[in-house]
């Protein structure tokens, strides 16, 4: 694996131990998890493509916004002609705080604070590159247990195995769920507070949590940041043409709120969270749309039906059945419905892609 002879590497290996040896204790496997938090944006391993930001194999000596067909902000393209260059150094002065080190990147992240964290992150970013991986073993000795933990994360799960579970259906496809499959779908909250799990937490522990893991495409006070949905604010503005649907203005049911960050949030990093952060963050979101006023308020699964969003008289039961439209037609028309059908929009001319210089878009 050592790209140079043997003697070489000895005498290499002496050197590089002391001159790196701040920058090579990042842990992989912490790197890994706190990776959760880019996954959303950026890919890394066998197959990985740009998604919302530039994968990232072979990062380290990168120039800054040279992937092919990823779509940079003028700023990071500026900043590569400007021989920025990607290392553990400006990767880690990035991260610390991508806005200031970019200035206008469309980077949505608002960084790690710390640095052990960007420390770790970086560690396991090098797993994906040559001359990351190769610095790393020259520097550290690595441990079984550490080659482990840099393998590539991609490795595919084994199936499981269901040879004794039967079969089922004309098809013979596929096998029964198990128990524990359908638990751990079976997560729905119904408005009534119906399939709430134990626990609790305050808005004030929230808060923490919400700057940390959802504030970067939230924004911190829920405001949304670039086209990332906006979660606080937008009362009164529901009658007007373009209303401001968040969970205090529009929604009419709490529960909704923690089914959603319990079931989908933070994005890319799904079902991360315990019972209790979602019970902080939900009364976190509570308190950003002033529907709770006391930072130490407790929101918990014996209280929780008693908070009303200010929305839920708004929303009526489904009563189609009822409506003379439904009632009226026995057979809904499948075919011809329209007479004079004619095309009044099209998305592309709404432009609901941002765009890099252009993050507002043009809606008109
Ligand atoms: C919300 C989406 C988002 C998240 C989360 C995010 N990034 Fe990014 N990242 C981007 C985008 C978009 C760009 C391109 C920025 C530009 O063009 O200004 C980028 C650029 C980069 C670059 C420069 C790559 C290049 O080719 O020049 C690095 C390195 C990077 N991100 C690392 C990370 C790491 C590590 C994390 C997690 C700790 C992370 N990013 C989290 C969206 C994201
Ligand atoms: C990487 C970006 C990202 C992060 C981080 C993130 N979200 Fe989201 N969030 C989204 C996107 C995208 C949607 C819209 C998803 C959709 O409509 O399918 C969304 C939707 C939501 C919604 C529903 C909004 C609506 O009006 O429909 C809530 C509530 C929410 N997120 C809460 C959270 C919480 C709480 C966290 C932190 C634990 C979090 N999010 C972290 C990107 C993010």
Redesign the pocket.
């Known amino acids: 694996m050592l790209k140079f002879p043997k003697f070489l590497g000895a005498l290499a290996l002496a050197g590089i131990a002391i001159s790196t040896s701040a920058q090579a204790s990042g842990d992989v496997a912490k790197g890994e998890k706190?990776?959760n938090?880019?996954k959303?944006?950026?890919a890394v391993g066998a197959g990985a493509k740009n998604k919302?930001?530039?994968h990232?194999n072979e990062?380290f000596g990168?120039t800054?916004?040279?992937?092919d067909g990823f779509k940079?902000?003028s700023?990071?393209k500026k900043a590569g002609e400007g021989n920025l260059v990607?290392s553990e150094e400006t990767?880690d002065e990035?991260?610390a705080k991508p806005r200031t080190f970019?200035k206008g990147?469309?980077?949505?992240?608002a960084g790690?604070r710390k640095e052990a964290d960007r420390e770790n992150?970086i560690a396991y970013?090098k797993t994906f590159s040559e001359t990351g991986a190769d610095a790393k073993e020259e520097a550290m000795p690595a441990t079984e247990e550490k080659m482990a933990a840099a393998a590539p994360a991609a490795a595919p799960r084994p199936l499981a195995k269901d040879a004794e579970l039967p079969s089922h259906g004309v098809f013979h496809l596929g096998r029964r769920a198990t128990d524990e499959e359908i638990a751990a779908w079976d997560i729905d909250i119904r408005p009534d507070g119906a399939g709430l799990p134990d626990g609790k937490g305050t808005a004030a522990a929230g808060e923490p949590i919400f700057t940390e893991q959802c504030a970067?495409?939230h924004g911190d006070f829920g405001e949304g940041r670039d086209r990332w949905p906006v979660l606080a604010g937008g009362f009164d503005t529901l009658q007007e043409e373009r209303p401001e649907k968040t969970v205090g203005s529009y929604w009419p049911y709490l529960s909704t709120v923690y089914d959603y960050v319990r079931r989908a949030m933070p994005f890319g990093d799904a079902r991360s969270l315990s019972d209790d952060e979602v019970y902080a963050i939900t009364a976190y979101i509570l308190y950003l749309n002033d529907i709770v006023t006391d930072l130490d308020f407790e929101l918990s699964k014996d209280n929780f039906s008693t908070i009303k969003l200010p929305n839920e008289a708004n929303f009526v039961d489904d009563d189609r059945p009822a409506e003379t439209h439904y009632t009226n037609k026995t057979e809904p028309c499948m075919q011809n419905c329209k007479a004079d059908v004619r095309i009044t929009g099209r998305a592309r001319v709404l432009d609901v892609t941002p765009d890099?210089d252009n993050q507002g878009g043009q809606i008109e």
């Open positions: 706190l990776f938090r880019c959303a944006c950026h919302i930001g530039p990232l990062v990168r800054a916004g040279t992937i940079y902000s700023a990071m990607w990767i990035f991260l970019v990147t469309k980077m949505s992240f790690f992150v970013l970067s495409c890099d």
